[in-house]
C-alpha cells in the first residue's frame, strides 16, 4: 500500500481537526517506533492509524461520519471490500476500550494514547481540570505501552519542574 498517497488523500480532511495531520504523524511515529507491526498486519494498521480521525474532532463525529469517509478514501486507493470494511470499523471504534481487540486496533489504541505525553500535545490536555493521567495509562493494552507512557508523564512533570524553578 502506498501510505504517502493514502496520507495525501486524508491530510486536508485531518487539517480541519484541531491537532491536524501532525497529531496523526505523531501516532503513527509511535506505534513504528515502540510497537512490532507484524508485517502481515501492516497495511491494516497503518492505514487504521492514518484514518482514526478522519470524521472530525469530535469522538462523536469521528464515529459517525470517519467510517464512511474512511471507505471513501479507500475506496479510491483500490482496497478491496474486507480490508475496507476492517479499516472503517476501527476508525468508528478507536476510542472503546474492548476486552479483546485485534492487533491493529491495540496498536493504534495504544499510539493514539501515548501520543498524549508527548511534549506537542501534553499541556492541553494537562490543562484540563481534574485530567486523570494514570487512568490514561492504566488503560493501555501493553506492559511496553504503560512503561513508555509512565516515563513521558515523568518528563513532562520535570520538565514543568524545571520551568517553574527558572522563573
Not at 17 to 27: F, I, K, M, P, Q
Not at 33 to 48: C, G, M, Q
Not at 147 to 162: S, V
Request: aromatic share 8%; net charge neutral.
Amino acid at each position: 500500500m502506498d501510505y504517502e498517497k493514502l496520507f495525501t488523500l486524508a491530510k486536508p480532511i485531518l487539517e480541519k481537526n484541531d491537532l491536524g495531520a501532525a497529531h496523526t504523524s505523531r501516532v503513527l511515529a509511535i506505534a513504528r517506533k515502540n510497537f512490532s507491526i507484524p508485517t502481515e498486519l501492516e497495511d491494516l494498521t497503518v492505514a487504521a492509524i492514518i484514518l482514526h480521525d478522519i470524521g472530525g474532532a469530535s469522538i462523536k463525529d469521528q464515529y459517525e461520519k470517519g467510517p464512511g469517509i474512511a471507505a471513501l478514501i479507500l475506496q479510491q486507493m483500490n482496497c478491496d471490500k474486507s480490508f475496507t470494511n476492517h479499516v472503517s470499523t476501527i476508525v468508528g471504534t478507536h476510542h472503546d476500550h474492548p476486552d479483546n481487540p485485534s492487533v491493529p486496533f491495540r496498536i493504534l489504541y495504544d499510539s493514539d494514547k501515548i501520543v498524549m505525553f508527548s511534549s506537542q500535545e501534553f499541556t492541553g490536555y494537562n490543562s484540563r481540570p481534574g485530567f486523570d493521567w494514570n487512568k490514561i495509562v492504566d488503560l493501555l493494552y501493553s506492559e511496553n505501552a504503560k512503561t513508555l507512557a509512565r516515563q513521558m508523564l515523568l518528563k513532562r512533570q520535570n520538565e514543568k519542574k524545571k520551568r517553574l524553578a527558572e522563573r
